[in-house]
């Protein structure tokens, strides 16, 4: 079975700007957590969606937003983009509800210039 | 002070060797414990969790909790190059309405080279 996906791998953008992530499940997997990973840190928790509703968020400013289709996928929005949004961008993916029995994507890794 | 506190190390070892890796926390509400490995630009790998303070065992791998001291380790039995990553702590308490355990605190990190 394939693991999670993510895309695009790599991006580069400029101050300002909007970008648009995205993240497909493990098959059959129903949930999905988003987490920013700063160079040098562990991944940060952004949000976390369950048959499309949203579970839990993070301590992230309203720039940025997520939201998951009717197929679980999931896509994770930034708007007005800053230097400090640069970072591994992390998809994970996980069976039940609870959630707490992750499997993480490869990333994207954002670049704001 | 941050809810996980996880030495970043680096840490470097002989192949062969035990390695223990640990984590300290100040969340009580913290109920399940997680270790990931990272690999250089890759995403992390689930590689044990538990729920309960005590041992849990896994091939080379043993995780240990204690609650009581808010204390989590994790420990690697001959130790091999391809050990060599980037190991994170993680855990996980209930959201508001305690239908989902979906939010992962992360620990920064410790870097691990076992060099043969």
């Known amino acids: 079975d394939a693991g999670v996906t993510q895309s695009p791998t790599h991006l580069i953008k400029t101050r300002g700007q909007h970008v648009t992530l995205r993240c497909s499940p493990i098959s059959g997997h129903k949930s999905v957590s988003w987490y920013q990973q700063v160079l040098g840190q562990g991944p940060q928790f952004i949000f976390q969606y369950y048959e499309k509703e949203e579970r839990g968020r993070g301590n992230f400013p309203d720039r940025f937003s997520a939201r998951q289709f009717p197929n679980y996928s999931s896509e994770l929005n930034v708007n007005a983009l800053l230097l400090g949004d640069s970072a591994l961008y992390l998809c994970a993916s996980s069976l039940e509800q609870g959630g707490f029995k992750q499997y993480f994507g490869p990333g994207t890794r954002l670049t704001v210039t | 002070q941050k809810e996980v506190e996880q030495d970043p190390g680096p840490l470097s070892v002989p192949e062969g060797a035990i390695v223990s890796l640990n984590c300290t926390y100040s969340?009580?509400?913290?109920?399940?414990f997680m270790w990931y490995r990272q690999y250089s630009r890759k995403g992390p790998e689930l590689l044990m969790y538990?729920?309960?303070?005590g041992n849990k065992e896994d091939g080379r791998f043993t995780a240990q909790v204690d609650k009581s001291s808010k204390y989590i380790s994790l420990f690697i039995r001959d130790s091999q190059p391809s050990d060599s990553a980037t190991y994170l702590c993680a855990m996980s308490e209930p959201n508001a309405g305690g239908t989902s355990y979906g939010k992962l605190t992360f620990g920064q990190g410790t870097i691990l080279t076992v060099h043969p």
């Open positions: 538990t729920y309960s303070s």
């Open positions: 969340n009580s509400a913290f109920q399940y």
